[in-house]
């Protein structure tokens, strides 16, 4: 069975400093992975997919790494502002569970 | 109107009510999912329509029931919920049901469910 832990649960930075959030799975076969973005009260955003073939995806001021073999991927938020402050999921596709498998995610607090 | 939209937006029930969620998608996509989000647990998939066929039912029990009557539209009837239902239920659409895992999911903002 699949499952997704990410860590830590809370972070509290400054404004512009850099930061890596960490996102790991148990079952590498994985057919992609998804980084969203969770606002209070709201839905997800998705920020982020990489496909099992692939090392990494760029989007502005983040980036995403996959390492499948080892079952890790990180999101790392260059120059942070307060308006990142949301709460960071990870999710994986992987075929033996034909679904999204989501991790708990990690709530971000950037102080102004 | 854009994207993925929920209906209400925040529901209080009785434990002996029956109520409706809705959810209706713009974007011309072919899959539709109802996903549920307690406090400090992961998301958890519900139900996946491909098509208005459910393919996916993961052991929901029958209080849920799911109705897809076209690709646009996905409700979640709800009835003789317990307390524990309470969570924030999400709806979410796809180009098409995973097969290839490439498909990027597009969510509602929620439908906040409360049981008394």
């Known amino acids: 069975k699949q499952e997704v832990t990410q860590i830590p649960a809370a972070l509290s930075v400054p404004e512009g400093e850099n930061l890596v959030l960490n996102c790991s799975f148990t079952d590498s076969a994985i057919y992609n992975l998804q980084w969203f973005r969770q606002d209070p009260g709201k839905g997800l955003t998705s920020l982020l997919l990489i496909q099992s073939s692939q090392r990494e995806q760029t989007s502005g001021r983040l980036n995403a790494s996959l390492d499948k073999s080892s079952g890790r991927s990180t999101l790392y938020i260059a120059a942070s502002q307060p308006g990142d402050s949301a709460t960071y999921l990870c999710?994986?596709?992987?075929?033996?569970?034909?679904?999204?498998?989501f991790g708990s995610g990690t709530q971000l607090t950037v102080l102004p | 109107e854009t994207g993925v939209t929920q209906t209400p937006r925040h529901l209080v029930m009785g434990m002996t009510n029956k109520k409706s969620l809705k959810c209706e998608q713009h974007l011309g996509h072919n899959a539709m999912y109802w996903y549920k989000q307690s406090a400090k647990k992961p998301l958890e998939l519900m139900f996946v329509?491909?098509?208005?066929?459910?393919?996916e039912n993961n052991s929901v029990p029958s209080r849920f029931s799911p109705e897809c009557p076209n690709s646009s539209h996905l409700f979640l009837h709800l009835h003789t919920l317990q307390p524990e239902d309470s969570a924030l239920y999400l709806c979410?659409?796809?180009?098409?049901?995973?097969?290839?895992?490439?498909?990027?999911?597009?969510f509602g903002a929620g439908s906040r469910l409360t049981v008394l």
């Open positions: 979410a659409s796809s180009p098409s049901f995973f097969r290839s895992g490439a498909n990027v999911l597009t």
């Open positions: 999710a994986v596709f992987s075929g033996s569970a034909r679904q999204l498998t």
């Open positions: 329509y491909s098509l208005e066929e459910r393919v």
